[in-house]
């Protein structure tokens, strides 16, 4: 493994993010982190076992508040390093929480393939474990180097080197853990084999070979009397088995019997039953039809009510109708009275305008010609700026104007033309329905006496044959239609000829076709008349649309006139065109001043005439005057035509509501007339149906009727009678059978029985004897083999626990744990030893045990070297041997498959070490590093700082930051 970058925040003394790069300090194989004592040194080490394992070794335990500066509020560590060739960063975040901290974040992602590994904590952990081979005591051990253990373990005594041996190798597990394991499994062994002997000396001590084998004969005894009990149960079996049938068959038939009398109690009912079933079926079809005529008859009775009451709305409707025809004809006159006294004023307005304005015009001519002789510059021009083309364009407009006002007259008669034609169609068709509904009243009429007739017709020709029959009987001669020879009372002639009969359903067919082809005729001419009708409504409705264009022809030239004429009337605008026209022409009116004051005079009198006719208070035909009739003559003609439209607007909603009730009243006459007919249909198929039932009206044929599901249930009821009998009777033949062809009776059978009983109870007396004893003997049989099984696991047991207080006493003696000790310590010495040749050179090497160990100094001939004659530098090197072969020991551990770990940290341990012996430790490292190994120094040594070619330097914390760190060369 080896570290590229580590990125901390908020751990012990780094209260702020601090990054150190790796990748550069380790770039040359060998660097060393300097500062002084407490400035964070450890703490990057810290943070790389936090980020792998979620653990520091200073504390121990997993909880990370004391770790957590306590100016932060978050611990963050992300160390990124490369294994095996492949890039990995380890990722973990704590928050403060409370008097705790709790982790948040927890990712280890491969940062070459850019994927996540894991991301939950305890899942981050066993990925790294998995990877790096290593749990975190194993890697604390093998990664930072405890050569400060091991210089100590130098000096020590002998039983002290055990304990630090101990320590070491993580032996504790094996210490005081594993003696109380095995005191507890002592305990249990011997627990169990008290136990064990409890239930031997105890309730196991009455099972013997002897009573087992006493047991058994019984039991062999209880065997054979079972089986003598079974041979005489089958030889009584049979004969007991063919007694049982015997007195089950007569059982049976008694069953049967009585089952028979109640059917037979049974059959006047079931025969009811037949009777009601087979009248229900011959009612079946005619009450369907039955149904049938009844539902036609509520039909025909409701739609009957619904023509009546639309009868009477119609009545209602032709009545406002007529009304608001009349209503039109009386404002009518009234209008047309009114509107030729208008026409007549209009005129006479329109020439005393004329005059008035001319009048007007040359006086005020005069005036401006004598003002345009006296200024000349003052000329004033025609109203609106016009000239004489625009002036003739007015006029123009205004005769088209009044061209479509004639036309909108003319549509106007011809729309109250076809609305007259219209009402004329519709009295037309409410004479044709009625003098239908009477002919449809007379045909049903004519229809029943023809029936009545034709009835009492047939009657009559029975009456004829019977009577011509009973003439021609004779005393003691059979009758040929009843055979009977006596002749009391024989029938006599109908009183009514049958001629007579004949003529009058000739003529009431006669008639009956009559009224047919009339309301033929009738149809045809209603036809013709809604036709009429329909093309009147269509008439109207072009007369409405044509009217509708000439408002819009009329409203069309109104907005071509120039703005100051667009609300006047066609005359008045007509002539203040003219009364401009003159304006231009005012320079020649001057000569007619007078002829003009003649014609005032005259207009005078015309306005007078105008004023009687409206009501004005006015006296002189002023301009103002003259204004105010005209005005008060176009409301008088708006006024006029409102009325009109208004008249129009009500005979036409009553129009549109009798044509309405007419289109109703035809359906439902429609609908009448089937209803009828289905009616009759239906009435002619119940009596041919009656005819040929059993059944004198209706009202028994309703009363024998049932609906199907009681049919279907008096048709099981008689069929599972039937059948019931027919298998009772079945049953009783065959039982009688079998009875009579057995030998034994039925008091034979009794004794026959009662004896093989006695033999089955003993047989099953004996049978649960043996049961019971040979429960008893298998019993006895399990618990001897318990109790050989228990003898057995006691003599077992008693070696565990033997084994187990030897084991213990040998543990509380730890003489495993110093066994451990010396084992891993061979072996850690052994690599040591080539360890230590190799970095001295091959002058030493080391030998002996955990108690007595020595140096070899193969340069002064093989001589063995007493520790404590060791110089510091000579004694660092031993230990640094031990400690790597103790690093070497734990990554053989992991197996193959793993990548080396290639880095180590050596924590301190220089403080010791002279110039020259520092100058012999750090060629030692130096050898190291040309050997592939990565090696970090951590010390608060300066002098070791020129030894080493890169370096982490550590600031310590002061009160305006945390602990810093700096990567130089």
């Known amino acids: 493994m080896i570290p590229i970058e580590l990125e901390i925040g908020g751990l012990h003394s780094y209260r702020d993010t601090v990054t150190v790069d790796f990748d550069e300090a380790v770039e040359d194989g060998l660097f060393g982190i300097f500062g002084p004592t407490g400035s964070g040194k450890s703490t990057l080490l810290d ?34 390093f490369e294994l095996g060739g492949t890039t990995y960063q380890a990722h973990r975040r704590w928050v403060r ?37 290593m749990d975190f005591e194993q890697f604390t051990r093998a990664v930072f180097l405890p050569q400060g253990k091991f ?180 404002g009518s006159d009234e209008l047309d009275t009114r509107e030729a006294e208008l026409d007549e004023a209009r005129t006479r307005l329109e020439a005393l305008a004329t005059d008035a304005d001319r009048l007007d015009d040359l006086r005020e001519d005069r005036r401006r010609a004598q003002r345009t002789l006296d200024e000349l510059d003052e000329a004033t021009p025609p109203p609106e700026s016009l000239d004489e083309d625009d002036l003739q364009a007015a006029l123009d407009t205004i005769q088209a104007g009044q061209r479509a006002g004639d036309r909108r007259a003319r549509h106007e008669r011809d729309r109250r033309d076809a609305l007259e034609a219209r009402g004329e169609a519709r009295c037309e068709l409410a004479e044709i329905d009625e003098t239908t509904d009477e002919l449809a009243a007379e045909a049903d009429e004519v229809a029943e006496e023809l029936a009545e007739a034709e009835q009492t017709l047939e009657d009559a020709r ?11 009987l004779a005393e003691d001669q059979p009758c040929p239609v009843c055979g009977c020879e006596e002749h009391p009372d024989p029938v006599e002639e109908p009183e009514t000829p049958i001629a007579d009969l004949e003529d009058r359903c000739q003529q009431l ?51 071509r006139l120039p703005e100051a004429l667009a609300e006047e009337p066609w005359k008045r605008a007509r002539e203040t065109v003219k009364a401009w026209r003159s304006g231009l022409e005012a320079q020649a009116a001057e000569a007619t001043i007078e002829e003009i004051g003649e014609s005032l005079e005259t207009a005078r009198a015309r306005f007078a005439l105008v004023r009687d006719v409206l009501d004005l208070d006015a006296r002189e035909p002023t301009e103002d005057n003259l204004e105010v009739a005209r005005e008060e003559l176009e409301q008088a003609v708006a006024s006029l035509e409102e009325g009109r439209e208004q008249l129009d607007a009500q005979v036409e909603e009553a129009e549109d509501a009798v044509d309405e009730i007419e289109d109703e009243l035809g359906q439902v006459r429609g609908r ?26 209706a009202d028994e044929l309703a009363g024998a009727h049932k609906p199907a599901a009681v049919r279907h249930r008096l048709e099981d009821e008689i069929e599972s009678f039937e059948e019931k009998r027919r298998q009772v009777q079945a049953t009783i033949d065959q039982l009688e059978d079998r009875a009579d062809g057995t030998d034994l009776d039925a008091e034979d059978a009794d004794d026959l029985i009662d004896e093989h009983e006695q033999v089955e109870a003993q047989l099953g007396q004996a049978r649960e004897h ?162 592939d190994v990565r090696v970090g120094l951590i010390t608060h040594v300066e002098e070791a700082q020129r030894y080493v070619p890169r370096k982490v330097l550590v600031e ?9 760190v700096t990567v130089t060369t």
């Open 151 to 330: 210089a100590r373990f130098l000096d020590d005594n002998p039983k002290k080197r055990l304990e630090l041996l101990e320590e070491i190798f993580g032996l504790d597990r094996y210490g005081d853990q594993l003696r109380q394991r095995a005191r507890d499994k002592r305990e249990q062994l011997q627990q169990e084999h008290d136990r064990i002997q409890g239930s031997l000396e105890g309730e196991m001590s009455e099972v013997t070979e002897d009573a087992v084998e006493t047991l058994a004969q019984r039991t062999g005894e209880a065997k054979q009397t079972i089986e003598d009990l079974t041979e005489r149960e089958r030889a009584l079996a049979e004969d007991a088995q063919r007694a049982r049938k015997l007195l089950d068959t007569l059982e049976d038939l008694e069953q049967a019997r009585d089952q028979r009398a109640q059917l037979a109690e049974r059959a006047d009912d079931i025969e009811t039953k037949r009777k009601r079933l087979a009248r229900a079926e011959d009612a079946h079809d005619p009450y369907r039809t039955l149904q049938d005529l009844e539902d036609a008859r509520d039909k025909l009775a409701g739609t009957r009510s619904q023509l009546e009451a639309l009868e009477a709305d119609r009545e209602d409707a032709q009545t406002q109708l007529e009304e608001a025809c009349q209503a039109r004809e009386d």
């Open 97 to 133: 929480s409370g008097d705790g901290a709790q982790q948040r974040d927890a990712e280890l992602r491969n940062l070459d393939r850019q994927e996540t590994i894991a991301s939950q904590a305890r899942e981050m952990t066993a990925a790294v474990e998995q990877r790096l081979g």
């Open 509 to 559: 067919t006669d008639r009956s076709e009559e009224i047919d082809r009339e309301r033929t005729r009738l149809t045809e001419r209603r036809q013709q008349a809604a036709d009429r009708l329909a093309q009147a409504r269509e008439d109207a409705r072009q007369a409405r649309q044509a009217l509708a264009q000439a408002r819009e022809q009329v409203d069309d030239q109104r907005q």
């Open 672 to 697: 009448c007339s089937t209803l009828a007919e289905q009616t009759q249909t239906l009435e002619e198929r119940l009596a041919e149906q009656l005819a040929d039932t059993p059944f004198e009206d």
């Open 770 to 931: 043996h049961g019971k004893l040979s429960e008893r003997l298998e019993t006895q049989r399990k618990r001897l083999e318990r109790k050989r099984e228990l003898t057995e696991q006691l003599d077992a047991t008693e070696e565990k626990l033997t084994r187990a207080q030897r084991l213990t006493h040998l543990l509380g003696a730890r003489r495993f744990i110093e066994y451990l000790a010396r084992s891993r310590f061979d072996t850690v010495l052994e690599q040591a030893s080539q360890r230590l040749a190799q970095i001295s050179g091959g002058q030493y090497r080391l030998e002996g045990t955990p108690s007595d160990i020595h140096v070899v100094d193969l340069m002064a001939g093989g001589e063995d070297r007493d520790l404590r004659t060791l110089s510091g530098g000579e004694t660092f090197m031993v230990s640094l041997s031990l400690a790597l072969a103790l690093s070497d020991a734990i990554q053989h551990q992991r197996g193959g498959g793993y990548p080396p770990i290639e880095f180590f940290f050596l924590d301190e341990g220089f403080g010791s070490l002279d110039g020259d012996r520092l100058d012999q430790v750090m060629r030692m490292l130096h050898e190291l590093v040309d050997q």
């Open 956 to 964: 310590e914390a002061t009160e305006e930051h945390g602990s810093s």
């Open 462 to 472: 029975v009456q004829d044959r019977a009577a011509v029959l009973g003439a021609h």
């Open 47 to 80: 943070a790389m076992t936090l980020a792998l394992y979620d653990r520091v070794d200073r504390l121990g335990g997993r909880e990370k508040t004391p770790m957590m500066n306590v100016d932060a509020d978050e611990l963050t560590v992300t160390y990124t």
